[in-house]
Each structure stands twice: as structure tokens, then as C-alpha cells.
């Protein structure tokens, strides 16, 4: 689960990490409000998930009750989107905060490296830029570190950082504190990635949070309710939901862009389908992972969730049954198809493991036909998606 | 012969007195598995289908031998799982819980010694097929031969496997390594030990998308430190970037952990990648030959 800025800024105050006063702003009037008690040099930015909001003019200057009416009435509601994301994101939310005099930007971030299978620290002097494009063009500038989490966050692992990334060596000891702090803030919220950028040096010296991007890891959610209350709308998605509502994980439903919807049971088999129906020449329109021994009412609610997307014309279930059964997947396609959700002239169904002979023999007491292979039901449905009129 | 488990494997459940557990067990000593018994704290003494129910994996070690255990205790016990057996000496861990807090793992990972070898999170288990299964893997589908098979996914490996099978093509040991971002075992891990073992002629690699596990073990290739031959297939080639697909730790974050990288990764040292799972046996007979 991602934060948004502001959320991540909050946490950050908490943890004592400085950063520019601010408030979030829903409405025009609540902007006007925040500029009205404190008329000073200020920031409005937009509360997006999706990167590149600067570049679409998600971020406006204001400095008093009247100036902030234009910007705030610009922003909120403002649709972001960026090359990776074209659908985008609305704003909902702005967090107005004063201006720092920014004399120099650095890079901080606090990430999971899986070889090491420790926390990583990357920190830079090239701050404020895209940090890959650093890392592809000056990999040398940026310093790493990975901290044993036996021994945890030592003030030294600060310094020795700051000195691998050539910071000035005035802020050593203000920048060794505020990783201590991060480092403290990444554990106790089971963050996977804490990231500042720029972390800016103010024109007097001071160490300070220009930004803050924070993703929690969602497994570790159920002891932070405090965290996990903070889910942003614009990161929900209804069929997401239902799918989490019918018992499923966080990961199991991911909405594509094709017209094929896939059903599959397991991660691996399901990426694997994805890719079969791709190679058969198209476009998968969602991820669904029914998991492991999935009954007839999780099957039910998938096909229904899957087809509820206006976009799938054909229907690509492929079930390898390990602790799956065949005989609840056919019974819950089966009530999916009776309550008139779908129809079995748009299904393909591939099912083998275990109890796949009951399964079949549901499914042909109901006129549906199974096909032997992954690659044969992904041909099959792609070419049902193609040929099937709306 | 095989890796990391085999016929005098003394296998014990942690959670076996819950539904997946009990279930699992159950089907591990169908399979001929040597199932000495099972833990759940508080439980000790009893026995629940046959199976000698401990209170914990020291006093099960003691009383049974016990130098596998298979863990089903849900997410906010089952690091606390982990460093018990690696506490009492298990020298084969494998968790099959989905869901463990990421932290949970780093901790329990930065203590556990070389002494006990972590399988998973979030993993089928360990199979030499004929000999034991340890997990979550339907038996019927494998068959015992001379090929060993690593992979960060289940039911790809189930499909994969399904393929060898068919094709003639039995197995010394397949490794469900897991799903999640940190786990114990990576594939150089496998790998070594399929180096190492005689019984074990080819290994076929089943990657995924995120990380760079698949990257390194084709160093490993390169390095000759791994020399027998390999076939590999990446799972999540048109996932599109920055979306978790179903796995944790399948996500292409930026450029890391591009199915790209890692087709290309395997071809520079002349490890075919197939295209799809029923190319798998027709590639392992070539490498083979």
C-alpha cells in the first residue's frame, strides 16, 4: 500500500524527521482557510500516487487567501496521468506547505534488497532528479548500504553513508540523526520502501523533507490499523475490492487492458496463462488468482467479478488442480452461469488435477466442453474475444 | 538420491492441528512421506490421526529425530515458527504460510545459521518424488527420474511438471522456493546442491518476473560454478510494470525485474528459455543429449 505525500509527511513529523509545515486541503475553501492563519510563501501540490505530477502542472506557488484560489481550484479535481499509467489519477486532496529556501537537494531511501535479504539504504548527492536515470548514468554517485537488521540502525552506518555519497560534510551528523529516524520509521510500519527526494539542505543548513514516498508492505498491515485506515480512494478499485471481499488477497485480481478474462488458480499458473493467451495473439483484461483450494463460492464470485468488466468478451478459465478440486470449479461456474452472469458460448474452461473427472462430468451434464491444454484454452478463448459480437 | 529431502526424511508439521495442516499431513504420509508427528503449542500429548502431537519443535526433535519440518501456522505466528525449528535444530525448514509481514521474515533470516536450510515463505514445499513430499504439491503428478526443477511458483510448476511427466521425463527433487520478495532458499542455492548431487542429470529453472534471482543464477552458469545443463521459463512476460502479479515479489519496479533482462540473462550463457511449459520437455531432452 502506497501513501500519498502528505500521509508519508505526517508519519515523518511523528518520527521526528523535520519537514515543511503544511495541511491537506479537500476543498477551495478549506485552501483559503489554511493561506487566511499562516500567509506565507507556500507550495500547492496535488495528492497523487502516480509520478510526473510537476510535469502536469500538479504542483502551483501561492502566498496568500487570494492567491491560492486559482491554483487550488486548478488542482483539485485535476486528472494525472503519466506514460505508465495513461488512465491517471484525479486529485482529490492538496497539501499546501510553506516554501524551503532549498540550497542543495540530496537523495535518501530506505528499501528491501532481496539478494542480501536486508534493508538497503541508497543515498545521493544528485538529489531532486529521477533517481534510475542516477543510477543508470552515475551509478558511482550513489552511496549503499546494506544494515544487518539483528544489529539494527547505528550512528555510524549515518556517517559512513554520508561520506560514500560525498554529502557535505557539515550535515554528517544532522543527516546520521534523521536516518536513525527513518530507519526507525521504516520498521515499526513495516514499510517497504521510504523514500525523500529531493531531501533538501536549506539556505541556513538545516536538513529537510521535501517529499516523502512511503509503500507499507500489505501482509503487515493488521498490526498497524492506524496505517492500514489510511488506504487512498485513488488507490481502490472496485473489482479489486470485491475480489478482497470474497476472500481473496490484495494481489489476486490486477484489472488489465485486453478483452480475455482469465481465471486461474495459483500466481504462477495464472502469469502463465497471461502469457499464453498473449502469445496466442491477445490481450488479457485482468489478472485473477482464485489461490489454492478454492470452493465452488470463491469460483462463483471470480467469474463473476471477471466478467463484470465491460471489456471481456471471452471468458479463459485454467485450473491445474493440486489442492483445487474439480468437482467445486465446476460448481461454481455452473451457479455462475445459472444466475445469468455469463454465458457458456463465451467460456473456455481448461481443467485437470485433482477430481477432474468429476469435474468434466459436471461440466458436460451442462453442455460445457473442457479442453486438454493451456496453450490450446488460450487459443480458444483468444479467438472467441475476436470473433464474438457485442 | 535427491536434494534436501529423501525417504529417511523424519517430517514434522508445525500447525498440525489446523485444517491445512492436518489436511497436508495427511497427504504427505499418503505420499510415503516418513511423518513423525506434528506441533501445535498447548496441543502436546495428544494425537490427532495417528500423528503424535508435541507442544514444541525442540521436544518433537528430541522425542522423534525430526529433521524436517513443514510449517502451516498463519501469518502472524509463523516467523516465530521459523526461528523455533531453526532454534531446535531442524535442518530443513519449509514454510508454506502466504503472508508473512516482510519484516518478520528479514529478522528471522538475519539470525537463522547455516545449520537449517530455510524453503519459502510462501512456497509448494520440497518433493523427491518416489522418496517424500514436503508440502503442498499434488504427488500424482510427478514422477522420480533424474531431473531437478527450481521455482518461485506453484501451480507453474504443477503445469510444468505435468509436461516432464508425460513426456517421459521423471525428477530427482523440485523445489517450490516461493512467491514472496525475501526468501531462505534462492535458485544459486538449488543450484549448487543439484551441482552437487549425482543423482540429478539437468535442472530446469521456473523464474518470474521481479528481482534478480533468475540473473544470478546465470552468473552462476557463467562462472562456471553451476555446470550441468539447464532449461529455463520465465512466468509474467506480458505483465505490464508496477503491478504485483499475484506474488509479492513479482513486480517490475523501474528497470529491475523485466522478464527482458532475465530471458536475455539465461540465452547469453546458453540456457534456452522456453516460450511456454510444453516446450519444457522437448528443450530438457536437447540439453540432456
Same mark, same amino acid.
Given at each position: 500500500? /502506497?501513501?500519498?505525500?502528505?500521509?508519508?509527511?505526517?508519519?515523518?513529523?511523528?518520527?521526528?524527521?523535520?519537514?515543511?509545515?503544511?495541511?491537506?486541503?479537500?476543498?477551495?475553501?478549506?485552501?483559503?482557510?489554511?493561506? /487566511?492563519?499562516?500567509?506565507?510563501?507556500?507550495?500547492?501540490?496535488?495528492?497523487?500516487?502516480?509520478?510526473?505530477?510537476?510535469?502536469?502542472?500538479?504542483?502551483?506557488?501561492?502566498?496568500?487567501?487570494?492567491?491560492?484560489?486559482?491554483?487550488?481550484?486548478?488542482?483539485?479535481?485535476?486528472?494525472?496521468?503519466?506514460?505508465?499509467?495513461?488512465?491517471?489519477?484525479?486529485?482529490?486532496?492538496?497539501?499546501?506547505?510553506?516554501?524551503?529556501?532549498?540550497?542543495?537537494?540530496?537523495?535518501?531511501?530506505?528499501?528491501?534488497?532481496?539478494?542480501?535479504?536486508?534493508?538497503?539504504?541508497?543515498?545521493?548527492?544528485?538529489?531532486?532528479?529521477?533517481?534510475?536515470?542516477?543510477? !543508470?548514468?552515475?551509478? !558511482?554517485?550513489?552511496?549503499?548500504? /546494506?544494515?544487518?537488521?539483528?544489529?539494527?540502525?547505528?550512528?555510524?552506518?549515518?556517517? /559512513?553513508?554520508?561520506?560514500?555519497?560525498?554529502?557535505?560534510?557539515?550535515?554528517?551528523?544532522?543527516?546520521?540523526?534523521?536516518?536513525?529516524?527513518?530507519?526507525?520509521?521504516?520498521?515499526?510500519?513495516?514499510?517497504?520502501?521510504?523514500?525523500?527526494?529531493?531531501?533538501?539542505?536549506?539556505?541556513?543548513?538545516?536538513?529537510?523533507?521535501?517529499?516523502?514516498?512511503? !509503500?507499507?508492505?500489505?501482509?503487515?498491515?493488521?498490526?498497524?490499523?492506524?496505517?492500514?485506515?489510511?488506504?487512498?480512494?485513488?488507490?481502490?478499485?472496485?473489482?479489486? !475490492?470485491?475480489?478482497?471481499?470474497?476472500?481473496?488477497?490484495?494481489?489476486?485480481?490486477?484489472?488489465?487492458?485486453?478483452?480475455?478474462?482469465i481465471i486461474g488458480n495459483g500466481a504462477g499458473l495464472v502469469m502463465g496463462t497471461l502469457d499464453a493467451v498473449?502469445q496466442a495473439?491477445?490481450?488479457?483484461?485482468?489478472?485473477?488468482d482464485v489461490g489454492g483450494g478454492a470452493?465452488?463460492?470463491?469460483?462463483?464470485?471470480?467469474?463473476?467479478?471477471?466478467?463484470?468488466?465491460?471489456?471481456?468478451?471471452?471468458?479463459f478459465i485454467n485450473i491445474f488442480g493440486g489442492i483445487t478440486r474439480g468437482d467445486e470449479v465446476a460448481?461454481?461456474?455452473?451457479?455462475?452461469?445459472?444466475?445469468?452472469?455469463?454465458?457458456?458460448?463465451?467460456?473456455v474452461i481448461r481443467l485437470t488435477g485433482t477430481n477432474e473427472k468429476e469435474g468434466r462430468?459436471?461440466l458436460?451434464?451442462?453442455?460445457?466442453?473442457s479442453v486438454e491444454t493451456m496453450n490450446e484454452g488460450a487459443r480458444a478463448?483468444?479467438?472467441?474475444?475476436?470473433?464474438?459480437?457485442? | 538420491?535427491s536434494?534436501?529431502?529423501?525417504?529417511?526424511?523424519?517430517?514434522?508439521?508445525?500447525?498440525?492441528?489446523?485444517?491445512?495442516?492436518?489436511?497436508?499431513?495427511?497427504r504427505m504420509?499418503a505420499y510415503?512421506?516418513?511423518? *513423525?508427528?506434528?506441533?501445535?503449542?498447548?496441543?502436546?500429548?495428544?494425537?490427532?490421526?495417528?500423528?503424535?502431537?508435541?507442544?514444541?519443535?525442540?521436544?518433537?526433535?528430541?522425542?522423534?529425530?525430526?529433521?524436517?519440518?513443514?510449517?502451516? *501456522?498463519?501469518?502472524?505466528?509463523?516467523?516465530?515458527?521459523?526461528?523455533?525449528?531453526?532454534?531446535?535444530?531442524?535442518?530443513?525448514?519449509?514454510?508454506?504460510?502466504?503472508?508473512?509481514?516482510?519484516?518478520?521474515?528479514?529478522?528471522?533470516?538475519?539470525?537463522?545459521?547455516?545449520?537449517?536450510?530455510?524453503?519459502?515463505?510462501?512456497c509448494p514445499g520440497v518433493i523427491s518424488p518416489g522418496e517424500?513430499l514436503?508440502g503442498i504439491m499434488p504427488g500424482h503428478v510427478f514422477a522420480p527420474g533424474r531431473v531437478g526443477l527450481i521455482s518461485r511458483s506453484g501451480t507453474a510448476t504443477y503445469e510444468i511438471v505435468d509436461h516432464l511427466t508425460r513426456n517421459g521425463i521423471g525428477q530427482s527433487t523440485c523445489v517450490g522456493i516461493?512467491g514472496?520478495?525475501?526468501?531462505?532458499?534462492?535458485?544459486?542455492?538449488?543450484?549448487?546442491?543439484?551441482?552437487?548431487?549425482?543423482?540429478t542429470?539437468a535442472v530446469v529453472i521456473v523464474g518470474e518476473?521481479?528481482?534478480?534471482?533468475?540473473?544470478?543464477?546465470?552468473?552462476?552458469?557463467?562462472?562456471?560454478?553451476?555446470?550441468?545443463?539447464a532449461v529455463a521459463f520465465i512466468g509474467g512476460?506480458?505483465?505490464?510494470?508496477?503491478?504485483?502479479?499475484?506474488?509479492?515479489?513479482?513486480?517490475?519496479?523501474?528497470?529491475?525485474?523485466?522478464?527482458?533482462?532475465?530471458?536475455?540473462?539465461?540465452?547469453?550463457?546458453?540456457?534456452p528459455v522456453a516460450d511456454s511449459p510444453s516446450d519444457i520437455p522437448a528443450l530438457v531432452k536437447r540439453a540432456i543429449?
Amino acid at each position: 500500500m /502506497r501513501l500519498l505525500e502528505y500521509q508519508g509527511k505526517m508519519l515523518f513529523a511523528q518520527a521526528g524527521i523535520p519537514t515543511p509545515p503544511g495541511k491537506p486541503a479537500a476543498t477551495v475553501a478549506e485552501a483559503v482557510a489554511i493561506m /487566511r492563519s499562516n500567509p506565507v510563501p507556500s507550495v500547492v501540490k496535488a495528492q497523487v500516487l502516480v509520478g510526473g505530477r510537476g510535469k502536469a502542472g500538479g504542483i502551483k506557488f501561492c502566498t496568500n487567501a487570494d492567491d491560492v484560489v486559482e491554483p487550488a481550484k486548478a488542482i483539485l479535481g485535476m486528472r494525472i496521468a503519466n506514460a505508465q499509467n495513461p488512465e491517471g489519477e484525479i486529485a482529490k486532496t492538496i497539501w499546501i506547505e510553506q516554501r524551503v529556501d532549498i540550497a542543495k537537494e540530496l537523495y535518501l531511501s530506505i528499501a528491501i534488497d532481496r539478494a542480501s535479504k536486508r534493508p538497503i539504504i541508497m543515498a545521493s548527492a544528485m538529489g531532486g532528479m529521477d533517481v534510475e536515470e542516477v543510477a !543508470e548514468k552515475h551509478p !558511482e554517485a550513489i552511496a549503499k548500504y /546494506r544494515i544487518d537488521p539483528a544489529m539494527g540502525y547505528s550512528s555510524f552506518v549515518g556517517r /559512513r553513508v554520508a561520506r560514500e555519497a560525498a554529502l557535505p560534510k557539515e550535515i554528517w551528523n544532522q543527516f546520521s540523526a534523521l536516518l536513525g529516524k527513518l530507519y526507525g520509521l521504516f520498521f515499526d510500519a513495516g514499510a517497504i520502501l521510504v523514500e525523500i527526494n529531493p531531501l533538501a539542505i536549506t539556505k541556513d543548513g538545516k536538513l529537510i523533507a521535501s517529499d516523502a514516498k512511503v !509503500e507499507l508492505d500489505d501482509s503487515g498491515l493488521f498490526r498497524r490499523p492506524d496505517l492500514a485506515a489510511l488506504k487512498s480512494a485513488s488507490e481502490t478499485d472496485p473489482l479489486k !475490492e470485491r475480489a478482497i471481499a470474497a476472500g481473496l488477497g490484495e494481489n489476486n485480481y490486477v484489472q488489465l487492458d485486453g478483452d480475455v478474462g482469465i481465471i486461474g488458480n495459483g500466481a504462477g499458473l495464472v502469469m502463465g496463462t497471461l502469457d499464453a493467451v498473449k502469445q496466442a495473439g491477445g490481450e488479457p483484461a485482468n489478472f485473477l488468482d482464485v489461490g489454492g483450494g478454492a470452493k465452488a463460492d470463491v469460483m462463483r464470485e471470480a467469474v463473476n467479478i471477471v466478467t463484470s468488466n465491460p471489456k471481456v468478451k471471452s471468458l479463459f478459465i485454467n485450473i491445474f488442480g493440486g489442492i483445487t478440486r474439480g468437482d467445486e470449479v465446476a460448481k461454481g461456474l455452473i451457479e455462475a452461469l445459472s444466475t445469468g452472469g455469463w454465458t457458456k458460448d463465451k467460456l473456455v474452461i481448461r481443467l485437470t488435477g485433482t477430481n477432474e473427472k468429476e469435474g468434466r462430468a459436471l461440466l458436460s451434464a451442462n453442455g460445457i466442453t473442457s479442453v486438454e491444454t493451456m496453450n490450446e484454452g488460450a487459443r480458444a478463448a483468444v479467438a472467441l474475444a475476436k470473433t464474438h459480437i457485442m | 538420491m535427491s536434494i534436501y529431502l529423501n525417504k529417511d526424511s523424519k517430517v514434522i508439521v508445525q500447525g498440525i492441528t489446523g485444517r491445512e495442516g492436518l489436511y497436508h499431513a495427511n497427504r504427505m504420509r499418503a505420499y510415503g512421506t516418513n511423518m *513423525v508427528g506434528g506441533v501445535t503449542p498447548g496441543k502436546g500429548g495428544q494425537t490427532v490421526e495417528d500423528f503424535a502431537v508435541f507442544d514444541g519443535v525442540a521436544e518433537a526433535r528430541e522425542k522423534t529425530g525430526a529433521n524436517v519440518s513443514v510449517i502451516f *501456522v498463519p501469518p502472524p505466528f509463523a516467523a516465530d515458527a521459523m526461528l523455533e525449528a531453526a532454534d531446535a535444530g531442524v535442518e530443513l525448514v519449509i514454510c508454506i504460510t502466504e503472508g508473512i509481514p516482510v519484516h518478520d521474515v528479514i529478522k528471522a533470516m538475519a539470525v537463522i545459521g547455516a545449520g537449517t536450510r530455510v524453503v519459502g515463505p510462501n512456497c509448494p514445499g520440497v518433493i523427491s518424488p518416489g522418496e517424500a513430499l514436503a508440502g503442498i504439491m499434488p504427488g500424482h503428478v510427478f514422477a522420480p527420474g533424474r531431473v531437478g526443477l527450481i521455482s518461485r511458483s506453484g501451480t507453474a510448476t504443477y503445469e510444468i511438471v505435468d509436461h516432464l511427466t508425460r513426456n517421459g521425463i521423471g525428477q530427482s527433487t523440485c523445489v517450490g522456493i516461493g512467491g514472496d520478495p525475501i526468501i531462505g532458499s534462492v535458485f544459486v542455492d538449488c543450484l549448487g546442491a543439484f551441482e552437487a548431487d549425482p543423482a540429478t542429470d539437468a535442472v530446469v529453472i521456473v523464474g518470474e518476473i521481479g528481482g534478480s534471482d533468475e540473473e544470478d543464477a546465470a552468473e552462476m552458469i557463467e562462472k562456471s560454478k553451476f555446470t550441468k545443463p539447464a532449461v529455463a521459463f520465465i512466468g509474467g512476460r506480458s505483465a505490464p510494470k508496477g503491478k504485483r502479479m499475484g506474488h509479492a515479489g513479482a513486480i517490475i519496479s523501474g528497470n529491475s525485474g523485466t522478464p527482458e533482462s532475465k530471458v536475455a540473462a539465461f540465452q547469453r550463457v546458453n540456457v534456452p528459455v522456453a516460450d511456454s511449459p510444453s516446450d519444457i520437455p522437448a528443450l530438457v531432452k536437447r540439453a540432456i543429449r
